[in-house]
Structures are given as structure tokens and as C-alpha cells.
T-cell receptor
Framework: LAKTTQPISMDSYEGQEVNITCSHN???????ITWYQQFPSQGPRFIIQ???TKVTNEVASLFIPADRKSSTLSLPRVSLSDTAVYYC???????????FGAGTTVTVRA | GAVVSQHPSRVICKSGTSVKIECRSL??????MFWYRQFPKQSLMLMAT?????????EQGVEKDKFLINHASLTLSTLTVTSAHPEDSSFYIC????????????????FGNGTRLTVT
């Protein structure tokens, strides 16, 4: 399983864009990159998943450079309710097991 | 999207008793489910992989006789904490991989909302 490194915490203000970068230098060929959001006392919630280049959905964008050794989750125009812990996971989906790193605590202030 | 339901959301039990936690995939079949434990301000730690119709696979350091896992159907896995002690107090979360098309390939993991276990 590829080891991931994320910033421990990030602060932002309402309406700003938040970009969280995750390093995964030993990512394998079959590995996908998946991001989850977790609020206190709740299970993680799937945000976005990608393999290369750029993926966008209704809540976020995921940017993956050509070497795939890092990825950036972009949250556009955050609100107070986006305050949460964000986890970057890297792994082969056929292996099923995904290992959680420490995550990034994002705090959005008014 | 795929939904994983976990029950109960919160349980308090006395030391020495056993507690069962259920994890259900509501709109898809899950041949594999995962159980995690999360202590305050820490990340999720994988405890075991639950396989439908066969024995669970436990991570290193997790006592299989203490944390009994049963995956009797494609939509239900249970975790029983036997002879619970205060140090077992934690947040337990299950997950499963699935998708509306029925194929689990490349489908992301979906998580239950967790069970807060407090052992007094």
C-alpha cells in the first residue's frame, strides 16, 4: 500500500478555494487515488476518486500530475460546513484494503 | 449512491459483557466488508476484512477471539466485541465496496456512520 503524506491542518475562510495536496511517491501502476471527508463521530464520506489528470464532480476537483506522485483535492468556495478531516487514500481497488493516513483537518472560518 | 447502514450508532455496556454491531449494505451486495476502529483525534485503523461465507482476515495485533466477525450474507456483516473492557471503548466503523451496477470493480468504499462503544 502506498504511503501518503498530507498537511496536518489547513485554515481557510468562507468562500475561498481550498487545495489539499497529498504526496504518494511510491504509488503503484494499479493504484487509484481516493479522497474522503469525515465529520466528528461520523463515518468517512466519499468525495472523489481518480487515476490520472483531472477529475471533477459536483463537490470537488482532483488534480493528478503525469507522474502521479502527488494529487491535489480542490474544494471550491468552501463554507463553514466544510470544516472536517480530509483523507487521501492510495491503493489498488482490486486489493480492497485501503490504508488511512493521518488526514488533513480543514477549518473554515466566517 | 451506495449506502451502508450501521447499527447501533451508540452503545454503552458494562465491562465483561459482549456487544454486537451490525453493518448492512442497503442497495448493493458486498462480498467484502471492512471493520475499522478509531480513537479520539486519530485516524481509522483497519481491524479486519470480512468475507462473505468465509473466515475474516484480521490485521496484525487484532485479537480474533475478542472481535468476532460474521459475514453470513451478501448484505450483512456483524462485529461482536466479546468480554468488553474499558480499553475497548472506541468508535467502530464498517465499510463496503459496491455500486449500482452490481459490479464492485473500481467502486469506491462506502462507510457506515459508525458505532460509539463505551464500556463502563
Amino acid at each position: 500500500l502506498a504511503k501518503t503524506t498530507q498537511p496536518i491542518s489547513m485554515d481557510s475562510y468562507e468562500g475561498q478555494e481550498v487545495n489539499i495536496t497529498c504526496s504518494h511517491n511510491n504509488i503503484a501502476t494499479n493504484d487509484y487515488i481516493t479522497w474522503y471527508q469525515q465529520f466528528p463521530s461520523q463515518g468517512p464520506r466519499f468525495i472523489i476518486q481518480g487515476y490520472k489528470t483531472k477529475v471533477t464532480n459536483e463537490v470537488a476537483s482532483l488534480f493528478i500530475p503525469a507522474d502521479r506522485k502527488s494529487s491535489t483535492l480542490s474544494l471550491p468556495r468552501v463554507s463553514l460546513s466544510d470544516t472536517a478531516v480530509y483523507y487521501c487514500l492510495v491503493g489498488d481497488l482490486n486489493d480492497y484494503k485501503l490504508s488511512f493516513g493521518a488526514g488533513t483537518t480543514v477549518t473554515v472560518r466566517a | 449512491g451506495a449506502v451502508v447502514s450501521q447499527h447501533p450508532s451508540r452503545v454503552i455496556c458494562k465491562s465483561g459483557t459482549s456487544v454486537k454491531i451490525e453493518c448492512r449494505s442497503l442497495d448493493f451486495q458486498a462480498t467484502t466488508m471492512f471493520w475499522y476502529r478509531q480513537f479520539p483525534k486519530q485516524s481509522l485503523m483497519l481491524m479486519a476484512t470480512s468475507n462473505e461465507g468465509s473466515k475474516a482476515t484480521y490485521e496484525q495485533g487484532v485479537e480474533k477471539d475478542k472481535f468476532l466477525i460474521n459475514h453470513a450474507s451478501l448484505t450483512l456483516s456483524t462485529l461482536t466485541v466479546t468480554s468488553a473492557h474499558p480499553e475497548d471503548s472506541s468508535f467502530y466503523i464498517c465499510s463496503a465496496r459496491g455500486g449500482r451496477q452490481g459490479s464492485s470493480y473500481n467502486s469506491p468504499l462506502h462507510f457506515g456512520n459508525g458505532t460509539r462503544l463505551t464500556v463502563t
